[in-house]
């Protein structure tokens, strides 16, 4: 049915442009022919309507769509149509003899609303323009076939919670493709398919708002909303299509903060120091961000001496710290009330207040192990200088704040008192001196006193204690440094010498309070005049001090004002001098008559050069000296024969009388007539006769044996191998075979007939001891 009434639209429109195309044809012949009286009037050629297809359109066979027809066309088959633009010979075809258009597949609207094309009529045979060409236009007519879209779904959308109703909350908006010119095919209308009845929506313009009140965001934070969007105007037929809304209700500060239990019970130990968190408590509070932000305070002042609250970081939980000391000896427990408040409050939801909270909060202190307690922070005593071992210092005290009747034992830790100056009672913390005590060289003595308690020694705690060293007059004033001054020999008289300060180590005798005084009456060389000050000056008298080489010795008396009263004398050395007209010193007799002639300064380098030259030759010679000691030391501890073969000394001959006495090898009656010479190499032996007289003189033996047994020593020195070289005109030979005596069987050596006197000498040179007889 629907493909009939399509037809027939097209050849109703193809006969009513048909129809029209006959005026301008017969026009164009007219001014083809010329002018006559009957046309006066030229019309334009080929004017032509619209064509229409409708779209969408899939016949079996091509669609009449119109008819070109031109006055020229006697029907005599001379005239040909052409048909020329978009589409043509493709979509549009065109019959050349009769001028019907077909269209020859389904057109789209929405992809092309209309073709622009070109009609000419020719002569069949030769080609020739019968009309001049004419362009005409074939729309395609829309038909709803396109549903309604939402370009921008699916859409996020926020609003406050408990927005007043119709507060809007988006647009959405859809789009349709069909001709919004040509029926209700593009009329589009919004509807809710879900999410009523919290959410509505503007048929015509698609704004979407709240439909009722008071939405909590704590009931339900998040909607999920579905839009129709339905073309013909609503109707059935019509297309339609939909997009989802997600809308989110934000959050506003329309719940007050609640504590979830009215009382909060937390325990702390009675050490814990300030700042020591306690615990924690929350307010519950739904809302959201700043909205749930949290200030917490301490109602009662009882709790707020001892804890203090405070918000942490995040701004929601209450942390209970100690702000001081606790003492479960003192109190066991704390009870207080804790409020929480919101900190930033909506004015249009004061009426859902009010937006703060109040619980209370029960603290119990526990006993702990505590150190003893001292009664004091610190201690200050004091103490006179010079006093006896054991004078009283004063006390200290401390108790045991867990066990009042416990006993306590006091002690010095070492090292703050280093010198051992005080002591202290183990009982009862009395504190003395152990050595007397000089506040010249101190006066502070800080102690360092412990408590322990005598059942447990883990438990102990420490006090200073300062000790001040009260001062007593016991130094007395002297002078502030040794004063050697000069006076010139033409100073006049009262003339000022020199300033003369004193200086009193005590604080009780103040150098500014200490007197001085010089030698008094008309015979004195100097006057001294008292500053009050604690200073003096020595001046020149009226009458000047006789003139002397010798300087001059001024005594001085100082003594100061204090209880008691000390005092010591001094002396302030003066010199005469001769002075320069300017003043200034030229010689001092003491000095010309002590110190030596000055000497230049190359002459003190030329005496230290002369000195040390000498001291380097001393040390040279003791060291060429201990060289040689040495090496005779070397060859001292080698073999006694080897010692007689390198004897080092130049002995041998008959001119060597000086090794040894060698008279007692020589002629006893020459010895007789001349003394024997001294000898050298040993000392003289002196022999004392029992009884006091003049010495007679020794006579000689008569015989060699005697000799031999006076003069010849048991053990030969080095050179008495030269014995045998002197003969005396005496000669002593007959006598020396009676040394001899029997030898033991064996070889025989000619040392063996010396005899046992000279058995040494003749073991020195190899020969073999004889047994014994």
């Not at 080929?46 to 119109?66: D, H, R, S, T």
């Not at 006076?487 to 200490?514: F, K, T, Y």
């Not at 001294?528 to 010798?550: E, F, H, I, T, Y």
């Not at 002995?651 to 003394?675: H, K, V």
């Amino acid at each position: 049915m629907w493909g009939l009434v399509r037809l027939l639209l097209a050849w109703l429109g193809g006969w009513g442009c048909m129809g029209r195309l006959a005026a301008p044809a017969r026009a164009w012949e007219g001014a083809r022919r010329g002018p006559g009286p009957a046309l006066l009037r030229t019309r334009r050629s080929w004017v032509w309507n619209q064509f229409f297809v409708i779209e969408e359109y899939a016949g079996p066979e091509p669609v009449l769509i119109g008819k070109l027809h031109s006055d020229v066309d006697r029907g005599e088959g001379r005239t040909k149509y052409l048909l020329t633009g978009e589409g043509a010979g493709t979509v549009f075809v065109i019959d050349e003899a009769t001028g019907n258009i077909h269209v020859t597949k389904s057109l789209d609207r929405e992809e092309k609303a209309q073709y622009v094309l070109l009609a000419q009529a020719v002569d069949r045979a030769s080609n020739r323009p019968l009309e001049p060409p004419s362009e005409f236009i074939i729309k395609v007519q829309d038909i709803n076939d396109n549903p309604p879209i939402f370009p921008l779904g699916p859409y996020h959308a926020t609003v406050p919670e408990m927005s007043n109703v119709g507060t809007s909350v988006i647009q959405v908006t859809a789009h349709d493709a069909d001709d919004p010119s040509y029926g209700n095919s593009a009329k589009l209308v919004y509807t809710v398919l879900d999410g009523l009845p919290f959410f509505s929506v503007d048929p015509q313009t698609g704004v979407v708002r709240t439909a009722i009140p008071n939405m909590d965001r704590e009931t339900q934070e998040e909607f999920l909303v579905v839009i129709q969007a339905k073309d013909m105007g609503g109707h059935m037929g019509g297309l339609s299509g939909s997009t989802t809304v997600t809308v989110t209700l934000s959050d506003v500060n329309d719940n007050p903060p609640k504590f979830p239990q009215s009382l909060y019970q937390f325990s702390v130990v009675e050490t814990a120091g300030p700042g020591t968190l306690v615990g924690r408590l929350r307010a519950q509070d739904p809302d959201l961000g700043d909205n749930a932000l949290m200030a917490y305070s301490i109602l009662d002042g009882e709790g707020s001496e001892a804890f203090s609250i405070s918000t942490d970081a995040q701004g929601r939980d209450g942390l209970l710290t100690v702000r001081k000391s606790l003492d479960f000896e003192t109190r066991h427990s704390y009870s207080f009330r804790v409020e929480a408040t919101n900190t930033l409050i909506d004015p249009a939801y004061l009426r859902r207040g009010p937006f703060k909270d109040v619980a209370s909060v029960r603290i119990a202190v526990q006993d702990a192990p505590e150190p003893p307690a001292f009664t004091q922070a610190a201690y200050h005593l004091v103490v006179p200088e010079n006093k006896a071992p054991g004078t009283l210092v004063g006390q200290v005290s401390a108790t045991d704040l867990d066990s009042p009747a416990s006993l306590i034992r006091y002690s010095i830790l070492p090292h703050s008192d280093v010198e051992r100056c005080f002591s202290i009672e183990p009982e009862d913390g009395t504190i003395r001196t152990a050595v007397p005590l000089d506040r010249e060289a101190r006066v502070w003595h800080n102690l360092t006193v412990l408590a322990t308690e005598l059942d447990s020694s883990a438990q102990a705690s420490r006090v200073q204690v300062a000790i001040q060293t009260l001062d007593e007059n016991d130094n007395a004033p002297q002078l502030a440094e040794p004063y050697d001054t000069f006076v010139c020999d033409s100073a006049a008289p009262g003339q000022l010498i020199q300033v003369i300060r004193a200086l009193d180590r005590d604080e009780a005798g103040n150098s500014s309070r200490v007197s001085l005084q010089g030698p008094l009456g008309p015979d004195a060389n100097f006057t001294v005049r008292d500053n009050r000050d604690g200073s003096a000056s020595l001046l020149l008298p009226s009458r000047p001090a006789p003139p002397r080489q010798a300087p001059y010795l001024v005594p001085i008396e100082l003594w100061d004002w204090g209880t008691p009263a000390l005092s010591s004398t001094a002396t302030v050395t003066v010199s005469m001098c001769r002075c320069r007209p300017d003043g200034s010193v030229a010689s001092c007799r003491p000095e010309a008559q002590l110190s030596p002639a000055g000497l230049s300064t190359g002459a003190l380098l030329a005496i230290v050069t002369c000195v040390g030259t000498l001291l380097a030759l001393v040390v040279l010679f003791a060291a060429l000296r201990r060289q040689k000691q040495e090496a005779l030391m070397v060859l001292e501890e080698e073999d006694v024969r080897e010692n007689i073969i390198t004897y080092d000394d130049e002995g041998g001959g008959e001119e060597d009388t000086e090794a040894f006495d060698i008279s007692a090898l020589q002629n006893p009656d020459g010895a007789l007539r001349a003394p024997p010479p001294a000898r050298r190499d040993v000392l003289p032996r002196v022999r004392r006769s029992a009884s006091p007289g003049p010495a007679r003189p020794t006579m000689w033996p008569s015989s060699c044996a005697a000799v031999r047994r006076r003069r010849v020593p048991q053990r030969a020195p080095y050179d008495s191998v030269q014995c045998t070289a002197t003969r005396p005109r005496s000669s002593c030979a007959p006598q020396l075979p009676r040394l001899r005596g029997r030898r033991a069987p064996g070889p025989r050596s000619p040392l063996d007939d010396w005899g046992p006197l000279f058995r040494t000498l003749a073991e020195l040179y190899g020969a073999k001891e004889p047994p014994a007889p």
